[in-house]
C-alpha cells in the first residue's frame, strides 16, 4: 500500500469508557493492530497522507476527525449517522455474546454457525460504514471492517 494511502495513527475517544471486557480489548487491540499493518485509506480530492485518525461518537454520530500523519491541522471531519447501524450493531452484540458463551461451554456446531452469523453482521456493518464513507474517503473493504470494529467498540456502554 502506498504511504500516502493509508492511516498511519489512529485513536479512540476514551472520555466515555468506564469499563471494557477482556474479550472487547483484545478485540480492540487486535482492530488497531491490523490497520495500522496493511489498510488503504485516501480522502478523495486531498494530496494524501499518511494519515491520523481520532474517531468519536457525538450526538449520535460517528465522527472521523482526518488530520495528516498526527498532524493537528484538521484537513476533514467525517460524521456518519449512527441509525442506519443501530439494528446492525445491536445483532452483532447479541450475536457475539452468544458466541463467547458458546466457546466456554465448547459446542463447535454452535461455536461454528454463531461465528459465520458474527462475520455475516460484521460484513454488513462494513459494507455500510465503506458506503457511507465514499464520498469522502477511499477505503477498502478490510479497513472498513477493523473502523467498524472500533465503531462497535466506542458504541459499549459501559
Excluded: W
Excluded at 27 to 42: G, P, Q, S, T
Excluded at 72 to 89: H, K, N, S
Excluded at 120 to 131: F, I, T, Y
Aim: include cysteine; proline fraction near 3%; glycine fraction near 6%.
Amino acid at each position: 500500500m502506498s504511504e500516502r494511502r493509508r492511516i498511519a495513527q489512529i485513536t479512540l475517544d476514551e472520555r466515555t469508557v468506564i469499563h471494557r471486557s477482556p474479550d472487547i480489548e483484545h478485540e480492540r487491540r487486535v482492530a488497531i493492530y491490523d490497520l495500522l499493518e496493511r489498510n488503504l485509506f485516501a480522502l478523495i480530492g486531498h494530496a494524501g497522507g499518511p494519515y491520523s485518525v481520532h474517531l468519536s461518537l457525538q450526538e449520535d454520530r460517528l465522527v472521523l476527525r482526518v488530520s495528516v500523519d498526527a498532524g493537528t491541522d484538521e484537513l476533514e471531519r467525517m460524521q456518519v449517522p449512527l441509525a442506519p447501524f443501530r439494528r446492525i450493531i445491536k445483532d452483532y452484540f447479541t450475536v457475539c455474546e452468544s458466541y463467547y458463551q458458546a466457546i466456554k461451554r465448547g459446542g463447535l456446531q454452535q461455536i461454528e454457525a454463531l461465528d459465520m452469523g458474527r462475520r455475516g453482521l460484521h460484513n454488513e456493518g462494513s459494507e455500510l460504514l465503506r458506503e457511507r464513507l465514499g464520498p469522502r474517503a477511499e477505503i477498502d473493504l478490510e479497513t472498513a471492517r477493523r473502523l467498524f470494529t472500533l465503531l462497535c467498540v466506542l458504541h459499549i456502554k459501559a
